[in-house]
């Protein structure tokens, strides 16, 4: 059984920066993408940012590019997302999610995550506000 899960949600104010952290076991983790997903109240889930954990290439959504980074440990088992210049928009509970793909677009722009992607993390609230 695969299993994901988040740390590193906190409250912070606006241009703040925060570090997540996605532990993974349970699973292979060259055959995996990993990404990150948040969900705002009356909103759907959106993939935010992903990475192949096979050769490290990435992708972001464009309402985060040039603030947000995405990077893997292997060793660790581990995903994070660096997210600086944080906006009030950014306000959400953010998932970890995996699931076996080739690369890491086909994770982050995927129809209907919530419906389709098997495996998520418990989520972490990260609160941008002034």
């Known amino acids: 059984q695969l299993q994901l899960v988040e740390s590193g949600g906190g409250l912070v104010k606006p241009g703040g920066s925060l570090r997540l952290s996605c532990l993974a076991s349970?699973?292979?983790?060259?055959?995996?993408?990993i990404g990150w997903f948040r969900q705002a109240p009356g909103k759907e889930r959106e993939g935010v940012s992903c990475?192949?954990?096979?050769?490290?290439?990435?992708y972001y959504a464009d309402s985060v590019k040039d603030r947000f980074t995405i990077s893997r440990d292997n060793t660790a088992n581990t995903v994070y997302l660096q997210m600086n210049s944080l906006k009030p928009e950014d306000t959400a509970v953010y998932y970890c999610?995996?699931?076996?793909?080739?690369?890491?677009?086909?994770?982050?722009?995927?129809?209907?995550?919530?419906?389709?992607?098997?495996?998520w993390g418990q989520g972490t609230q990260v609160t941008v506000s002034s």
């Open positions: 349970g699973f292979t983790l060259d055959y995996y993408v």
């Open positions: 999610a995996a699931d076996p793909l080739p690369y890491a677009q086909a994770l982050c722009s995927m129809p209907k995550p919530s419906s389709v992607i098997g495996y």
């Open positions: 990475i192949s954990m096979g050769d490290g290439r990435t």
